[in-house]
């Protein structure tokens, strides 16, 4: 393209019969030159911005995926019972608490809740009603692997009525706003084969919907 424009400015010239001096034709090819510099800068700047855009797409992109693949897979499990269930107001997964281990202390083979998990429900109990929005609660019961299936899902099923029975009378949720649900021993978060991973998997998960 310069080339052509460059050729065109010598033969014009040259159709003028010679009279231009050299600094003439090099001041118009130095114009041409000039103008053809802005036309690249201005291309490559709409080219520019339009990667830019579509990489900013991209990303965003990329981030609710990765958003959508960071939630647990019971979380999900949950969020489509409550809106197969017509119970969510926005069919929003907001967030899931998983309390174990230290905080939940649940032997293997007992439903009952220990003082810092109560402790930890209150907290939790608190934060809902601070939110002040209309959600819907989910209560996952689980344990570890010691035992039948078929106890371990009775078991899991009694540790989450124990949360919802004690969020419902010591903190006012109402029982319309919960759902319980045990997984047994089918999700496991921690290997079963040692004595933490057990605890790790003796546990309640609460997922909070909209």
């Known amino acids: ?35 053809l510099d802005g036309q690249q800068a201005e291309t490559q ?6 990667t830019s855009f579509y990489q ?5 992109v990329n981030s609710q995926q990765t958003a959508l693949d960071g939630t647990s897979r019971t979380a999900q499990e949950a969020l489509a019972r409550a809106e197969s269930a017509g119970k969510l107001a926005a069919g929003k997964f907001l967030y899931e608490v998983s309390l174990s281990s230290q905080v939940a202390n649940f032997r293997s083979d ?20 601070a939110a002040n929005r209309n959600v819907f609660i989910e209560i996952q019961g689980h344990t570890d692997s010691i035992g039948t299936p078929e106890a371990n899902l009775k078991l899991g099923q009694a540790r989450a009525e124990a ?3 004690y969020l419902a009378m010591n903190n006012g949720i109402a029982l319309h706003r919960m759902n319980v649900i ?6 496991p978060v ?21």
Do not use: W
């Not at 007992?110 to 009603?129: G, H, T, V, W």
């Open 1 to 35: 393209m310069r080339t052509r424009l460059v050729t065109a400015v010598i033969a014009s010239v040259t159709l003028l019969g010679g009279c231009a001096t050299k600094d003439y034709v090099n001041e118009q090819i130095s114009g041409v030159n000039k103008r």
């Open 45 to 50: 700047d709409r080219f520019s911005q339009t």
């Open 56 to 60: 900013g797409l991209e990303n965003r």
């Open 110 to 129: 007992a439903s009952d809740l220990s003082p810092e998990m109560k402790k930890a429900l209150d907290d939790f109990a608190a934060q809902i009603k």
């Open 163 to 165: 949360v919802r029975r």
């Open 182 to 187: 045990s997984y047994g021993e089918s999700a």
């Open 190 to 210: 921690a290997d079963n084969r040692y004595r933490p991973g057990r605890a790790e998997n003796r546990r309640v998960t609460l997922v909070v919907l909209e």
